[in-house]
């Protein structure tokens, strides 16, 4: 079990048997009275935001997740099916669980799948991929501001923002956690 004073960003926990992540928390020591501890909540099945207040003494039970390494084999409409690399088992997720990972996944990808009591609920893709650029608009000469950017349009379907000198069929290496661009690749 937690205390309140374990309370920080990213600690997974269990409310009302669903899991939630700690976004933003804040220890509070009034004047008066005791202390408590503000959290801000996500459901990590449907995405809800939930606001508590825990008196210090407060426990808050873990959340058992697993982390389980998966193949991205192929989307057909809004399913997204991946395959277990050592067992061979597959799984089917939907669109609202994949979430913004549907950003950066390829076929063929390892990815991260995490289960909440042997059901899975969400895609972790890895820190960084390299996608090849399949729009962009070409860069005008002159148009040479240090820092600046033009939208791309990337093979899965993404748009970010990328330096001028990016063209169309380059390959380009991703962060996949803040979704900005980090170099060209040579493929």
Same mark, same amino acid.
């Given at each position: 079990?937690?205390? @309140?004073?374990?309370?920080?960003?990213?600690?997974?926990?269990?409310?009302? /048997?669903?899991?939630?992540?700690?976004?933003?928390?804040?220890?509070?020591? $009034?004047?008066? /009275? %005791?202390?408590?501890?503000?959290?801000?909540?996500?459901?990590?099945? @449907?995405? =809800?935001?939930?606001?508590?207040?825990?008196?210090?003494?407060?426990?808050?039970?873990?959340?058992?997740?697993?982390?389980?390494?998966?193949?991205?084999?192929?989307?057909? &409409?809004?399913?997204?099916?991946?395959?277990?690399?050592?067992?061979?088992?597959?799984?089917?997720?939907?669109?609202?669980?994949?979430?913004?990972?549907? %950003?950066?996944? #390829?076929?063929?990808?390892?990815?991260?799948?995490?289960?909440?009591?042997?059901?899975?609920?969400?895609? @972790?893709?890895? %820190?960084?991929?390299?996608?090849?650029?399949?729009?962009?608009?070409?860069?005008?000469? /002159?148009?040479? =501001?240090?820092?600046? #950017?033009? $939208?791309?349009?990337?093979? #899965?379907? =993404?748009?970010?923002?990328? $330096?001028?000198?990016?063209?169309?069929?380059?390959?380009?290496?991703?962060? @996949?956690?803040? &979704?900005?661009?980090?170099?060209?690749? =040579?493929?």
């Amino acid at each position: 079990m937690y205390e @309140t004073s374990d309370i920080r960003k990213n600690l997974k926990v269990v409310i009302d /048997g669903a899991p939630y992540v700690v976004t933003d928390f804040q220890h509070v020591k $009034p004047g008066k /009275g %005791n202390a408590f501890t503000r959290t801000r909540l996500k459901n990590m099945i @449907t995405g =809800a935001v939930l606001d508590r207040t825990y008196k210090t003494g407060e426990r808050l039970e873990p959340a058992a997740l697993e982390e389980h390494d998966m193949q991205f084999l192929y989307k057909e &409409g809004d399913r997204y099916h991946f395959m277990n690399s050592a067992s061979y088992e597959q799984v089917e997720l939907d669109a609202e669980h994949v979430g913004d990972a549907a %950003n950066w996944i #390829t076929e063929n990808l390892s990815v991260k799948i995490l289960y909440f009591r042997e059901q899975p609920i969400g895609v @972790t893709p890895p %820190n960084f991929v390299e996608l090849e650029v399949i729009e962009s608009d070409p860069g005008v000469k /002159g148009d040479t =501001a240090t820092g600046a #950017t033009k $939208p791309a349009k990337l093979s #899965t379907g =993404a748009s970010i923002m990328v $330096p001028l000198f990016v063209k169309q069929g380059d390959w380009l290496q991703i962060d @996949t956690r803040t &979704g900005e661009y980090l170099r060209r690749v =040579a493929r």
